[in-house]
């Protein structure tokens, strides 16, 4: 039933926005899997993230639904029609949020049977794994992987034989192949290696298996994907921008506290108080009974300290991160209830603690929920482009911010075809068809990020002179979902009444704004 619950959260939805293409980061992967179509090859020639077992998946699923669904190829089939692959891509990410269900059951089953149905239970329904699980990007891949490797680190710590190293081992080289800090995993390798060598004095396997691990995380690799290494110039530029690139706007600036501070807040707001206490109280159990095979568990902690570093943060580069609290708290929960039980504690006691893990396994589903309603809600995008497309605004007419109508998954801004003359803002004359420009239309996406942030003056003045200078014409607004907060009850009650509310025509999206400039400062 959790696999079959936590699937349907992350099938439905699937089909977000489609034909529209909202989110920035799909194309990478689409694109490059199509990319291979066209080249008749198995290799991508794109190395960004690098998203390369992504691309290589897709591919076969393209060619598999151009040639035997539809006898023809894919190549001319996404000519015609982006939105099937795009969300054959999105079905893909959606299986290895499906195989994270069955990896936690494995992960926590190792403990005790029943902390691997929490830990299943657990990892099915936290919301952020079910939200990214809807897109074709590579975080839940990359969160699956890491868990292989933390599953390899656990049966090697129990039996130290090849074939569980060289089942983490795997893990680390797909890890990479998705996403390039899942060399991070390594790690956690050699810690294992290490602590299960050390008390058995194994110098012989420690230096066999460490190197044994290193030439396995490489070979798997090149594999995987050779053109990381035969095209390693691209390989390495790809690696090092990233880590030390522009940032985007509202990704940086918190430095290495401030991103630990950030993913840790993020974390604990979705989470909840009593699943935070369940990871705490986890820690304390795995310490006192000397659970030894809850180390490798600490990769998602690891993983969170050494990336805090990079000067970037986003929401979503948090999902292996959360694995450590994830998987330690079902421990907690179990042991602890254990313990009252064998102390004899009172009836009463022992139905508060059902009643408070009812109330963290409700915040979590109710979350779920709300997720996944936001992806099966009518976006403000699409129907402001069928109320644009009866009211004749287009590109040829307008200027336009990213995550609107005219440019639904792109980001961009305006300012700069705009200048301040007299107070006034007026469109530049250099801007291509300026005669012909009408209109200037906003998202909340965008012109909410800078608002956000004070440092942004200039972006703040130009807001609020367009908002005063220039008449609004119409709106759309989504349904405001409310802040989560480490309090399950609110949570619950305000994802159950934002679902509902979804449901019946609510819309999600960003606020669209539509604003006519006038004649005299066109």
């Not at 959606?94 to 190792?110: E, T």
């Not at 069928?386 to 605004?393: K, M, P, Q």
């Amino acid at each position: 039933m959790i696999i079959v619950g936590g699937a349907l959260v992350r099938l439905l939805g699937c089909t977000w926005g489609l034909p529209l293409e909202f989110h920035p980061d799909e194309p990478v992967i689409v694109d490059g899997a199509i990319d291979m179509v066209k080249r008749h090859s198995f290799e991508p020639t794109s190395f960004y993230r690098p998203d390369h077992v992504e691309m290589k998946l897709g591919y076969l699923a393209y060619m598999a639904y151009g040639h035997i669904l539809h006898g023809s190829s894919p190549a001319s089939l996404y000519a015609a029609s982006p939105a099937p692959f795009i969300l054959i891509s999105r079905a893909v990410t959606a299986c290895f949020g499906i195989a994270m269900i069955v990896v936690a059951w494995l992960i926590g089953k190792r403990f005790t049977p029943a902390i691997g149905v929490l830990t299943a239970f657990v990892v099915a329904f936290f919301p952020t794994y079910v939200d990214h699980s809807h897109l074709a990007t590579p975080d839940v891949p990359l969160t699956l992987t890491l868990m292989i490797v933390i599953l390899g680190c656990m049966r090697y710590l129990d039996s130290p034989s090849w074939g569980n190293l060289l089942l983490a081992c795997l893990g680390v080289s797909v890890s990479i192949a998705i996403k390039y800090p899942g060399a991070l995993g390594s790690i956690m390798i050699a810690i294992t290696v290490i602590i299960r060598a050390v008390p058995d004095r194994a110098w012989r396997r420690l230096l066999a298996h460490g190197a044994g691990a290193l030439a396995a995380v490489v070979g798997f690799l090149f594999v995987i994907s050779p053109v990381l290494f035969t095209n390693y110039p691209q390989t390495w530029s790809m690696l090092t921008g990233q880590a030390s690139g522009s940032p985007p706007l509202g990704s940086a600036g918190l430095g290495w506290t401030g991103n630990l501070g950030f993913y840790a807040e993020t974390f604990a707001n979705t989470a909840g108080v009593i699943l935070l206490l369940c990871f705490v109280l986890g820690v304390v159990w795995t310490v006192r009974l000397r659970l030894v095979q809850s180390i490798p568990l600490w990769l998602g902690a690891i993983y969170w300290l050494i990336l805090s570093d990079i000067p970037l943060h986003w929401s979503r580069w948090a999902l292996p991160m959360y694995l450590t609290p994830l998987l330690l708290a079902p421990i907690g929960a179990y042991y602890s209830f254990r313990f009252l039980v064998e102390r004899g504690s009172s009836h009463w006691v022992r139905w508060g603690a059902v009643g408070l893990g009812a109330v963290m396994a409700a915040n979590l589903l109710a979350g779920s929920v709300a997720a996944t309603a936001g992806y099966l809600a009518q976006d403000t995008r699409a129907v402001g482009k069928a109320y644009f497309a009866s009211h004749g605004v287009d590109k040829t007419n307008s200027v336009s911010e990213g995550y609107t109508p005219l440019l639904p998954g792109h980001p961009h801004v305006v300012f700069s075809a705009f200048e301040v003359i007299d107070s006034r803002l007026v469109l530049k004359s250099s801007v291509a068809g300026s005669s012909g420009i009408r209109y200037v239309v906003l998202s909340s996406d965008i012109r909410g990020r800078f608002e956000a942030d004070p440092s942004y003056v200039s972006a703040h003045s130009f807001y609020s002179r367009l908002s005063k200078q220039f008449p609004l014409l119409t709106t759309f607004d989504p349904l405001t979902r409310s802040d989560p907060t480490f309090l399950e009850i609110p949570n619950i009650w305000n994802d159950l009444g934002y679902a509902t509310h979804l449901a019946g025509d609510g819309l999600s999206g960003p606020t669209i704004e539509l604003y006519e400039i006038p004649a005299d400062q066109r």
